[in-house]
Structure formats: C-alpha cells, structure tokens
C-alpha cells in the first residue's frame, strides 16, 4: 500500500500539478535517468521508483510472474515494467478536465 500513501500527504492540501515523464531505476533504486521535471523533489520520485522495486520484488518473492504492473489512480498513472532488477516507470497525469455542468 506505499504507492497510495505517496500522494496522500493532507499538509499539502492545495492542488498541485502532477509529475509527467519516465525514469529508469536501477536495482537499487537510483534513478538513472529521467524527464520528470525537476521542478519535482528527488524525494518524491525517489519515493515512487522504491515502492515499484518493492512490488516487484515481492512478486519474484511470491513466486508470481510480474514483468509490467499498471495502477489508475482518479488523475495519475503509473506503468512500470521490470527490466533485469530495476525498471522504467512512467507516470501519466489525466489531463482532461470534466466538467458536471451541462450546456
């Protein structure tokens, strides 16, 4: 349940633009390379390629054939795939806005 405590942080309760990009991570959870804005912390993405090894690790732990995972949230994506113990991550904020009036 890490990667939904990421974003959870109810200090921050003003509305803030999602990161969008991709980040390669090594096995030991450097980020290697990235186009995530750096206008976003180390921490945070650092915090994300974590929680990712982690899973991974805990499906190859599990005996559960794990190469790519998706999770959905309301507003953000993040798709990550396993690549000889680390992995590329991307991160994909919903951009479209909906509107509940109708004209």
């Known amino acids: 349940m890490g990667l ?3 974003f959870s942080n109810s200090r921050n ?3 803030q633009r999602l ?3 991709t980040m390669t991570v090594d096995r030991f959870g450097n980020i290697i390379t990235t186009t995530v804005s750096s206008a976003y912390s180390t921490k945070l993405l650092n915090d994300i390629a974590t929680e990712v090894l982690r899973l991974f690790r805990e499906a190859r732990h599990a005996q559960i054939p794990l190469a790519e995972f998706r999770i959905q949230f309301a507003s ?3 798709v990550a795939r396993e690549m000889r113990g680390g992995a590329i991550v991307y991160l994909k904020p919903d951009i479209t806005f909906k509107t509940s009036a109708s004209t």
Do not use: T
């Open 4 to 6: 939904l405590n990421l």
């Open 13 to 15: 309760a003003a509305v």
């Open 19 to 21: 990161p969008a990009g």
């Open 76 to 78: 953000l994506e993040i």
